[in-house]
């Protein structure tokens, strides 16, 4: 077989192919739920009515996206420059880390939370920066760095949570002491369980969209990722841009740390992300790497998560199943977005 | 400086060293494979999750060890086919897919493991692979326990290292393998299917991953853990790179490696490990693994064509 290219492909192509995605994740979601014994019907069901079939559902699917927010800006960002920075889990902790830092001190009430979210991202970007100059200068490929990042990152958090940042209340806990009330960032509405941090996630989307469209910069970005060789040729400085996507996507990574502290926890511990810096990855291609495109993404893989919790102490059906799911879905618009734009043909 | 010559000439040491060795160089030698074929695999990880849980149940369920092994090669060599079909055919991202096909066979285990045990807290132990000791030779100094008093499947990792080395450079297939990652336009001009090429060789290679992690249910563990792989698949990818894509360089690596793990651990019972945290231990394969990358960087022999898809009539 072979790959033919489509000149113009037709509405039916660009709609249909990706719908085509989303049904078969459902079907391989069914398929799942029979497996485990439970009704396929139902189980959809209440995966969906987990998610959004109340207000407490859905607030909380909002609070599970944020992370997923800033870590899938932070993805798209990178795999746009074609830089494959696969280590959003350790920036995210690298940003949690200073923000207990800074959050757990004696900064005046007014400066505490930018100089936390400063500082967080600040510390992200030099955590993803070690990777990048190991590739521009040694030609190391940064996949496997800024994965082997994230185990280093995850022990030092461990190494910090049972030394130096160790909560003296904390009964022997890993944990670190409580963020100042000062420190925390305030509720969106009052009584509604819902943080700043998301209002936050929003406008960084918006900020991410404006950098990269409208921005020499965001322009240098995107003619790398296309061609690095053909935008060396036409003057861009690769390492250059290369360096500056690396600032700005590991910055954006460490806000989900600082975020997920100073908004949901109020302290820190080790299982502070389930994840967020991989599943990043899954919101940045479903939301093929468009930052605005992240939000309704994360949405999407929070409400699966939020869900499949919910679906799974009511029917039993492992909560693993979302994970799956994710990663189907992941395959199927990978390769959906392909057939939009290539037809098989044979020989 | 004694407790470190004591370790280092204790043969308990050695053992270790080339027991931790044994699923790396399964899995080195499998993304090897893939990676001569110019396929980049990041299912190994995931590979491995699922190696490690399907060769564990099938013993759990009462079948036989090499049985495990069995099926755990062919539950690597599934999702192998997965990424294969995805990046050589289509030749969609091979970081993208390969990450997915982690997560994907990572969930499967874990879903399969609670669907199968839904209320057990600690899992079933069965009963591993014995020690087989060789006769005579295990009863040389120092070198005897450490290479031939091992359980069969170390000995399986070097005959399988020593078995693709055999393939890869002494057979018209181990060339037209990695003529596949070099040129795949001459492999073509040749009449070869550098489509079918490029598959077998992700689907052996997979298989291979998923073997090195059922070692560690079946000869190490006993016993199937979450997070029981711990990123050993991405150090594996960059032992790829150390040993030059070569396996006897590669197998040397993964020794070296495991040397220096298997050091780490007893150096924690050491005075040292008094005053270090034990943390900084535990990061030290991770850290060596990145020192490894960047050593061997400047002299890296890469195939020309991994990562770059093929499509036939194309230039």
Known sequence: ?347 | MTALLDILLSATFWAAAVRIASPLIFATMGELICERAGVLNLGIEGIMVIGAFSGWITVWAGAGLWEGVAVAMLAGMLFGLLHAVLVVPFGLSQHVVGLGVTLLATSTSYFAYRLMLPQVTSPPKIEPFAVWEVPVLSDIPLIGPALFAQTPLTYAAFAVAALVALVLWRTPLGLAIRAAGENPSAVDAQGLSVTGLRIGAVVVGSGLMAVGGAFLTLSAFSSFFFEMVNGRGWICIALVVFGAWRPGKAVLGALLFAAFDALQVRLQQTPLGQVVPYQLFLMAPYVLSIAALVLMSRRASVPAALMQPFNRGER
Do not use: C
């Open chain 1, 1 to 347: 077989m072979r790959l033919e290219p489509i000149a113009n492909p037709s509405v039916l192509r660009r709609l249909g192919l990706p719908a085509s995605a989303l049904l078969a994740t459902i079907a391989v979601a069914s398929g799942l739920a029979a497996v485990a014994g439970a009704d396929p019907l139902a189980t959809l069901g209440l995966i969906v009515k987990g998610a959004a079939g109340s207000r407490f559902a859905a607030l909380e699917t909002l609070n599970r996206a944020t992370p997923l927010i800033f870590t899938g800006l932070a993805v798209a960002v990178a795999f746009r420059a074609r830089l494959w920075n696969i280590g959003a889990e350790a920036q995210l902790y690298a940003g949690a880390i200073m923000a207990v830092l800074l959050g757990t001190g004696a900064l005046p009430g007014a400066v505490a939370l930018p100089a936390m979210a400063l500082a967080a991202m600040v510390a992200g970007a030099l955590v993803l920066l070690g990777p990048v100059l190991l590739k521009t200068r040694f030609g190391v490929d940064e996949v496997v760095t800024t994965l082997l990042f994230n185990f280093i990152m995850l022990l030092f958090v461990s190494y910090l949570l049972e030394g130096p940042l160790k909560d003296p209340m904390g009964m022997g806990w890993p944990k670190s002491a409580a963020l100042a009330k000062e420190a925390r960032l305030p509720r969106i509405v009052d009584g509604l369980r819902l943080h700043w941090g998301f209002g936050l996630a929003l406008i960084a989307a918006l900020t991410v969209w404006v950098i990269e469209r409208r921005t020499a910069f965001g322009y240098e970005m995107r003619a790398v990722g296309l061609n690095p060789r053909a935008a060396r040729f036409a003057g861009v400085p690769v390492n250059a841009v290369l360096v500056k996507t690396a600032l700005l996507s590991g910055g954006l990574a460490a806000l989900a740390g600082f975020s997920e502290v100073a908004g949901l926890k109020g302290h820190l511990t080790l299982d502070l992300s389930p994840g967020f810096g991989y599943t990043g990855i899954v919101v940045a291609m479903l939301a093929l790497l468009n930052p605005l495109a992240v939000v309704p993404a994360a949405l999407f893989v929070a409400g699966v998560f939020v869900g499949a919790d919910s679906m799974s102490r009511a029917a039993g059906v492992p909560t693993y199943i979302a994970d799956m799911l994710l990663a189907s879905s992941l395959l199927f618009m990978v390769l959906a977005i392909l057939l939009v734009r290539f037809r098989v043909v044979r020989g």
